[in-house]
């Protein structure tokens, strides 16, 4: 609200949504269930979800984008499994071995969404039954002016996409001395052989 001889405040603009960002959201928007007996359908963007390669891409080389055979299957992936309070309570004493850690501290979320996924793949194949990730809680700039904890928000929403159930059963904020907010114990499937 603007006094008589004030000019009114200036409107935002509302910054357009990147292509991996779209993506997520899809993926995050699939994976949620309504509460309502009737379920109302997402609006779906009218582009096909982009492939986000694992490594980093050199200069002067175009992607293409592949469909898999898994994306041609109009199967859902299965809910993620919360962890049982007595399992969580072993892992957080050392009892149950953290088969597999990764630090994504000072990466970028493209960095830390890359190293991510390739880490799950070779925990996976190496046999691990539990990981531990680590996001760190975030800093603030003295200007105050970055977000704080960006990888510590979306950590959780890439373990939830799609494309990764077929590797995370589930996942759990860490036991204070493992980091506690900042870090995540993720418990894996068993490779298929």
């Known amino acids: 609200m603007t ?4 000019p009114p405040e200036p409107r935002r603009r509302r910054r357009e949504l990147s292509e991996e960002e779209r993506a997520l959201w899809r993926g995050v928007a699939r994976s949620v269930r309504p509460l309502r007996k009737s379920p109302r359908r997402v609006a779906e963007d009218p582009q096909p979800a982009p492939v986000v390669p ?20 109009p199967a859902t992936p ?11 309570q072993q892992l957080a004493r050392g009892r149950t071995a953290i088969d597999a850690r990764i ?3 000072g990466k970028t979320q493209a960095q830390a969404h890359a190293a991510l996924v390739g880490f799950l793949h070779r925990a996976q194949q ?10 760190g809680k975030g800093s603030r700039a ?8 960006v990888l510590r ?6 373990l939830q996409l799609p494309d990764l159930r077929d590797i995370v059963v589930g996942f759990e904020e860490a036991h204070v001395g493992h980091g506690g907010e900042g870090a995540l114990y993720v418990r894996l499937r068993r490779a298929r052989a």
């Open 3 to 6: 006094g008589a001889g004030e």
């Open 54 to 73: 694992a490594r980093p891409v050199p200069k002067g080389k175009v992607l293409t984008a592949v469909a898999s055979s898994r994306a041609a299957t």
């Open 78 to 88: 299965p809910p993620l499994a919360s962890f049982a309070r007595r399992e969580k």
């Open 103 to 105: 630090d994504l501290h």
């Open 126 to 135: 190496d046999g691990a039954k539990f990981a531990l990730v680590v996001t």
């Open 142 to 149: 003295a200007d105050g002016a970055s977000e704080r904890g």
């Open 153 to 158: 928000r979306q950590v959780p929403l890439w």
